[in-house]
């Protein structure tokens, strides 16, 4: 079973609510991903957590914060978004062995999330 | 530089034809190559991957690819198209000299099967 699962499916937000995404595999995999991807744009990275610890975080604005409760589990903390973060939001997740430089990332279906 | 090119924004197939959908890369040590596929509104999907070894990949739905090393190509190709593989493809690519999870993504060509 190679699937991660994502919850919601669509979001609408404000500029001042709190909202969370939220990401589930059960494959026992160790790295996961979050991603945000623009309407036919390659997806953008923006964290890796490797054995539930933050690994990269690729810049990405404090209005964004990640955490990773245990290993299959993953979410991201949505405050004070602005209307240009609307995007699709992918999660992913892989085996993380050996640096992980062979590993398949599988995604999951994305949560689209609109900022108003 | 590390970089992936999809030098076609869009590919035209009638169905029944083959297609190919090219992708080259650059990178400074041994690279590890993704194609993915995107339909309208869903996430990726995997279909094939080079890790090593023999040059000609399969993978899912009956894709399947060629890493060409001296023309840094790795060209995803389907003998018979289906109306049902009109989709997003992505190619991406890991530099096996770099020691992070980075993807390094094309920018996606979009298949048209025509029936």
């Known amino acids: 079973d190679t699937e991660v699962t994502q919850t919601p499916k669509h979001l609408v937000m404000g500029m001042t609510n709190k909202k969370s995404l939220k990401c589930e595999q059960h494959m026992g995999h160790r790295a996961m991903y979050w991603y945000k991807q623009k309407a036919k744009k390659p997806p953008e990275l923006m964290f890796v957590?490797?054995?539930?610890?933050?690994?990269i975080n690729e810049s990405v604005p404090s209005r964004f914060s990640p955490e990773c409760p245990n290993s299959s589990l993953l979410n991201l903390h949505l405050h004070a978004l602005q209307p240009e973060d609307s995007a699709l939001y992918l999660c992913?997740?892989?085996?993380?062995?050996?640096?992980?430089?062979?590993?398949?990332?599988?995604f999951g279906p994305g949560t689209r999330l609109t900022v108003l | 530089a590390q970089s992936v090119a999809q030098p076609e924004d869009q590919v035209n197939v009638a169905e029944g034809n083959p297609l190919t959908v090219k992708c080259t890369y650059s990178v400074s040590g041994n690279p590890y190559l993704f194609w993915y596929v995107q339909y309208p509104n869903r996430g990726l999907q995997f279909l094939l991957k080079y890790i090593t070894g023999d040059n000609l990949v399969k993978g899912s739905y009956g894709f399947e690819a060629e890493f060409n090393k001296s023309q840094t190509s790795f060209h995803l190709k389907k003998p018979s198209a289906l109306v049902s593989d009109s989709a997003l493809y992505f190619c991406?690519?890991?530099?096996?000299?770099?020691?992070?999870?980075?993807?390094?993504w094309g920018a996606g060509t979009k298949l048209i099967i025509k029936p």
């Open positions: 957590y490797s054995y539930e610890k933050l690994s």
């Open positions: 991406a690519v890991r530099d096996g000299a770099d020691s992070n999870y980075q993807l390094i």
């Open positions: 992913a997740s892989s085996q993380d062995t050996g640096g992980g430089l062979a590993d398949t990332q599988y």
